[in-house]
């Protein structure tokens, strides 16, 4: 058999390295391993893609879209009275 | 006439209201309390304004003013986090459970994501304690990268990460209940 010296992620690591991957905060070559795992292993693409949809749901129903208009006045009063 | 650095402080900062707003009130849960936060937030950032170094991440130096304001201001309020163990929470919790409760399409998956009410969405935020809360809402909802967010709160990479991790999937845990609560998930298998 030959042998190769690429390691392969099993699906327990990509479980460990999801929520690192989503944030942006792994390195290239992590990156290129998880991404290899997800083009053959559908279980894990599924819920890597649910987290990612998660992500944005929160970040779209969380976010306030308004603030108090009085924050801007009390803004140019803050930087004119002082 | 405003002078030029009055001038510069205001067109920096204006950009961020609405962010360092939305955080107040998820932090705080009321909006009276959440505009007092983001004022005294201005008046310090103001007064610290010298200290800032230009060219330097003005958004996270304002969040990090935000952050020390709230934590001085709710000192008292802000308990311990509960002794409550965070370790058996599983990570895709919430795809488990749609997985096993219904068979679901995987687009079905998704759709009961969209269909959460962004009421729904805010109070399970608003339930997490609140060293979760303020990681979680720093990353997801406002954008900020780790390292970011280690400078924002003042706490070391790793402890970011645990809060984080454990924040979300608490946050999982909760959706979870309100969708069963909604009648969202109607045939839960035990
Ligand atoms: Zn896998």
Redesign the pocket.
């Known amino acids: 058999m030959k042998k190769t010296n690429q390691k392969k992620y099993?699906?327990a690591e990509?479980e460990k390295r999801v929520q690192a991957y989503l944030d942006n905060h792994l390195s290239d070559e992590e990156i290129l391993m998880i991404e290899d795992?997800l083009s053959y292993?559908l279980?894990?693409d599924k819920k890597v893609e649910f987290e990612q949809k998660l992500k944005e749901i929160i970040k779209l129903k969380a976010a306030e879209k308004e603030y108090p208009k009085a924050l801007e006045d009390e803004l140019k009063k803050i930087i004119r009275n002082r | 006439m405003p002078t030029a650095r009055q001038q510069e402080f205001e067109s920096l900062i204006a950009p961020h209201l609405s962010s360092l707003y939305s955080t107040a009130l998820r932090m705080t849960h009321n909006q009276n309390d959440a505009e007092d936060l983001v004022q005294d937030t201005l008046y310090k950032a103001f007064r610290a304004f010298d200290q800032y170094q230009k060219n330097t991440n003005f958004r996270a130096w304002a969040f990090r003013i935000l952050v020390n304001t709230y934590i001085t201001a709710y000192r008292k309020a802000i308990r311990q986090p509960q002794k409550v163990s965070y370790d058996d929470l599983e990570e895709f919790y919430l795809y488990k459970k749609l997985d096993e409760s219904i068979s679901l399409q995987e687009t079905a998956k998704e759709d009961f994501l969209e269909n959460f009410f962004e009421d729904d969405v805010k109070d399970a935020l608003e339930n997490l304690p609140y060293q979760f809360r303020l990681v979680v809402l720093l990353c997801d909802v406002e954008g900020f990268s780790y390292n970011e967010i280690a400078n924002i709160i003042n706490t070391p990479l790793g402890t970011v990460m645990s809060r984080l991790y454990r924040g979300r999937k608490l946050l999982q845990r909760y959706l979870w209940s309100y969708a069963k609560k909604r009648g969202y998930v109607l045939n839960e298998k035990n």
């Open positions: 099993d699906c990509i795992h292993c279980p894990c």
